[in-house]
């Protein structure tokens, strides 16, 4: 699935699909749903996030915006300076609600043939 979001004043692709995990495993050599996991108990804590969180929503960020655009920079630092602007608590709500949506099936389980 792909959908645009608003960053910096202009409309950013991004891509979730089955291959996002495996992609983020090979640019940053961490287990996305993990680090997800990890970034979400923080987002549910009532703590700032820390650096850590911070660096796992920019590769998933990155990931995800690569997925959709191949053409981008080859680094998140790289992608990051061509934004003045880059609110973590503007996009990643949108993002979180992308990857939500890419993880619910889409089909319906067909039912086993009785005999």
Do not use: C
């Not at 990155?62 to 080859?74: F, G």
């Amino acid at each position: 699935m792909t959908q645009n979001i608003t960053i910096d004043g202009r409309a950013v692709p991004f891509s979730a699909t089955a291959s996002t995990i495996r992609r983020y495993r090979r640019d940053f050599g961490r287990d996305l749903l993990l680090d997800f996991k990890a970034l979400q108990e923080e987002i549910d804590s009532d703590h700032e996030l820390t650096a850590s969180a911070l660096t796992i929503f920019e590769d998933l960020a990155y990931t995800m915006a690569k997925q959709a655009d191949p053409n981008l920079p080859p680094t998140p630092d790289e992608w990051l300076d061509t934004f003045e602007m880059f609110s973590i608590y503007q996009v990643l709500p949108q993002i979180l609600a992308l990857w939500k949506v890419s993880e619910l099936p889409t089909a319906e389980a067909k039912k086993k043939a009785t005999t």
